[in-house]
């Protein structure tokens, strides 16, 4: 069988060196070949990641969760060759704690601890190359923005229902956009004439409604904009917020969770999350450690770490990573 490349698959995994080396100690601590652990991939997308630790580790188990069909058929594919270790569930990673409760590999009676969790978040390389997604303001397409195309609703609602109050609001809370206002007051006033169909018109109105000298700076004037519709249309940050202690408390006791963040609001959350788990619950003041106060993790990188120079060359997807990384106190 021909082995394809992640180029193949229209995805070049991030940082993915770096996950590897994060991951592998708490995935072989039984066994070198990775026996007896089970990696959950929290957003298994198309599968370059999970493929890369399956491969290294012959007796690794793989549990990979994602709301998309098109991602889970594409790793799917991709992940033929490891059917027998690899377990595909479609849901918004929120759900990682019913699955998990409901999903595992055994050895005899025993369940196989999950010693490692992978979050690779935001939108994938796949749905932004696939335009009739409108994930992307490069190419005129539905106002679509649904990552589970099965979700009712979708970003052309948002902008034709939504009042010009809550428009203003989710574009400054989601998309960090200073003219959120105005914006919104654009966008009212351009549906009164006709609702809102494609993502070409949408750009269209935000280059009128930015002002020119603030459409030269900062990066594509319609970035924003299309960040706050795609949070909002698939409630990410608050998926986020439950899936992290979910899966955080699945961690046996020396596993390990990696998350890698792209934009500033998902990475706030994650720093919150990973700093409240990482700090003693003994009061201040203390001279020692009260038993059973100590921290229930213990952080594996110094604040967020960056792609290299060299693999934002390769992969210029990986800018704006921001990598966090976890480990469980304890011996499993």
């Known amino acids: 069988m021909t082995q394809r490349s992640g180029d193949d698959y229209g995805h070049i995994p991030v940082l993915l060196d770096r ?66 270790r690899v377990t595909v569930v479609r849901t918004r990673y929120d759900g990682i704690g019913r699955v998990l409760g409901e999903t ?25 190359d696939r335009p009739e997604r409108g994930f992307s303001y490069a190419a005129d397409a539905p106002l679509d923005m649904r990552m589970d195309p099965d979700a009712t609703l979708t970003a052309a609602d948002v902008l034709n229902t939504y009042d010009q109050k809550a428009i203003a609001r989710l574009l400054k809370d989601f998309g960090e956009e200073r003219f959120a206002g105005r914006i919104a007051a654009h966008i009212v006033k351009r549906r009164a004439v006709r609702p809102f169909r494609t993502t070409g018109e949408l750009v269209e109105l935000l280059y009128d409604a930015i002002p020119a000298p ?50 500033s609001l998902e990475d706030r959350i994650v720093k919150s999350v990973f700093a409240e788990a990482t700090a003693s619950k003994t ?50």
């Open 19 to 84: 996950c590897v080396e994060l991951l592998t100690p708490a995935l072989t601590r039984r066994s070198p070949d990775g026996d007896g652990a089970v990696l959950v991939d929290a957003t298994l997308g198309a599968g370059g990641h999970a493929e890369r630790f399956l491969t290294e580790l012959p007796k690794l188990r793989l549990i990979g969760l994602d709301r998309d069909p098109d991602a889970l058929w594409i790793a799917g594919e991709r992940l033929a060759p490891f059917a027998d």
């Open 104 to 128: 595992g590999f055994y050895a005899g009676e025993e369940r196989l601890p999950v010693m490692g969790v992978l979050f690779d978040l935001g939108v994938s390389s796949m749905q932004l």
């Open 283 to 332: 009061p201040e003041g203390l001279p020692v450690e009260l038993p059973g106060h100590e921290p229930e993790f213990v952080a594996l990188t110094r604040g967020a770490e960056r792609a290299s120079d060299e693999e934002i060359d390769r992969n210029p997807r990986s800018a704006p990573v921001r990598l966090r990384a976890l480990e469980k106190v304890g011996r499993p």
């Open 214 to 263: 603030a459409r030269r700076t900062g990066g594509h004037p319609a970035k924003r904009t299309f960040q706050a519709l795609r949070i909002a249309v698939n409630g990410e940050l608050d998926s986020l917020r439950a899936a992290l202690p979910a899966a955080m408390e699945a961690l046996a006791p020396g596993g390990r969770i990696v998350v890698m963040a792209y934009q």
